[in-house]
């Protein structure tokens, strides 16, 4: 089994305007392999060998984490593996997260550039806690993003300080630890608790690189991801199989890794 851990997709009738907005916020540094529906992702998997994916909604507005939420869990299917989002400043974030486990999502979506906040704040440790108690999967932004200028707020070191900080659960971060920062991650996250996914990776980092921070971090603790529509899967799988990791290793990173998590059969 396969299993995407990192997709995104709109409302059909927001999808194209949210594709283009995104890709002129980023001045067109990715393009999307997809339409950003739910069907249009759907078709990419279909056609990639993608079985299983893992959806991940940003809520940027106190006003949009109701109907955010209640349209990613109506998403859920066989193929599809929904996660919610809250606004993460306010005094309703607790009750948000309640809500979204009674949904039935299987965790959150953190984005500290776009959410406004630093990944290691105190403030936010107590949401992932309380979170993580729910049962809640934390996925998170890492490292660079090409919508927003230096110093990004979810560097591998300030991903260091909440791994330390968290009592278990599962927390991940996305774009290998930390997207273009990739030294700092085999310096100052490798090995730790913390899960990391391969979205937008193999177009970016070394295969050299990947390798060296797997064998420091433990394949156990990859999953992979393409972080669709902005990544080919086609390609992204490609890349992963050809790598000189053995092949439990793959198989764990493909989707043995994120079957455990998410409890898939």
């Not at 990639?48 to 106190?62: E, Q």
């Not at 869990?73 to 009750?95: L, M």
């Not at 979205?199 to 992979?224: C, I, N, P, R």
Request: proline share 4%; charged share 20%; hydrophobic share 45%.
């Amino acid at each position: 089994m396969v299993i995407d851990f990192h997709a995104h997709v709109f409302p059909d009738a927001l999808a194209r305007r949210a594709v283009k907005t995104l890709e002129e916020a980023t001045g067109h540094a990715f393009t999307a392999v997809t339409d950003g529906t739910l069907a249009g992702l759907l078709g990419h998997m279909d056609a990639c060998g993608v079985d299983v994916s893992v959806i991940l909604p940003v809520v940027t507005k106190p006003s949009q984490t109701r109907a955010t939420n209640e349209w990613s869990a109506a998403a859920q299917s066989e193929r599809i593996v929904a996660f919610g989002g809250i606004y993460p400043h306010g005094a309703h974030w607790k009750s948000d997260i309640d809500s979204a486990a009674r949904l039935g999502l299987r965790g959150l979506k953190f984005h500290a550039e776009y959410q406004d906040f630093t990944v290691d704040d105190i403030g936010m440790l107590r949401i992932y806690d309380y979170a993580l108690s729910r049962g809640m999967v934390l996925v998170h932004h890492a490292g660079a993003d090409p919508a927003y200028k230096p110093p990004f707020r979810s560097s591998p070191k300030q991903f260091a300080n909440v791994a330390d900080a968290m009592r278990g659960g599962v927390i991940v971060a996305a774009h290998f630890g930390g997207h273009a920062q990739w030294d700092d991650v085999e310096r100052h996250l490798a090995g730790r608790a913390i899960y990391l996914d391969t979205s937008m990776g193999f177009e970016y980092f070394t295969m050299e690189q990947f390798v060296s921070v797997t064998a420091k971090h433990g394949a156990d603790k990859v999953l992979f991801a393409t972080d669709s529509p902005w990544s080919d899967a086609r390609r992204e799988i490609a890349s992963l199989k050809s790598s000189p990791l053995d092949g439990q290793s793959k198989e764990m990173i493909l989707g043995g890794n994120a079957r455990r998590i998410l409890g898939l059969a």
